[in-house]
């Protein structure tokens, strides 16, 4: 399977979204909204003006293991702190003819494979730089809910999350190696990158199968 962050995105659209939200999860809207995406596609499905779910159609390349884990560990942070509010993905509507719950279901558009899954919408505010720096108590607090979030995936574990290789995990910075050709140089940058991968290289490395390791969602920024 070709890897999802080369394959292009789905192009579906919102009519394409309303029917899938109908077909697969048994929402009736009338209105779906893209909400834009980097490789895949989601969309918030309205009825009414009122939001009732949070649509995701995944690229035809993406691995269905990735998703599993996602969704795992999603229900395992739910189970550890019911305080967090974590978004679980809705049942399927073939979940009725199943003994477990099915959170993800299958759309074919333009002969590929999409796996779709439905989130219901988390209260709150969306963050951004409009109106300024973000203050030090919401960094703090955000700080806060990423570590109870950490904690509670201390007892999780996949065999994807351990034997995936991207290049955003930290254990694998030498795969931006190749990628210090577009480092600008001109203020020393490029040097400071090469040292700190070099200390990495030669200290760190060695080091890394001898310590403990768990899974953690600390990809915090306005993005996600």
Not at 65 to 86: M, Q, R
């Amino acid at each position: 399977m070709e890897d999802a962050l080369s394959f292009p995105p789905p192009e579906l659209t919102s009519s394409d979204a309303i029917e899938i939200g109908f077909k697969v999860f048994g929402i009736d809207a009338d209105d779906a909204r893209s909400l834009g995406s980097e490789r895949d596609q989601a969309f918030l499905i309205i009825k009414n003006k009122q939001s009732l779910g949070v649509l995701k159609i995944s690229n035809a390349a993406q691995d269905a293991g990735l998703l599993e884990l996602e969704e795992l560990a999603a229900l395992h942070v739910y189970k550890v702190n019911k305080e967090l509010p974590i978004a679980i993905p809705m049942p399927t509507l073939d979940t009725k003819d199943s003994t477990t719950p099915l959170l993800r279901g299958e759309w074919e558009h333009n002969e590929d494979k999409h796996y779709v899954r439905c989130y219901p919408v988390m209260p709150g505010n969306v963050i951004d730089f409009s109106n300024g720096a973000l203050s030090d108590k919401l960094l703090h607090n955000w700080g806060i809910a990423s570590a109870k979030v950490s904690k509670a995936l201390r007892s999780f574990g996949h065999p994807l999350a351990f034997s995936k290789v991207t290049p955003w995990d930290a254990q694998n910075a030498l795969l931006m190696r190749p990628l210090l050709q577009y480092v600008d140089d001109s203020n020393g940058l490029r040097v400071v990158c090469e040292d700190v991968l070099n200390i990495f290289q030669k200290r760190i490395k060695p080091i890394l199968p001898t310590l403990r390791h768990l899974v953690v969602h600390g990809d915090l920024n306005l993005g996600n």
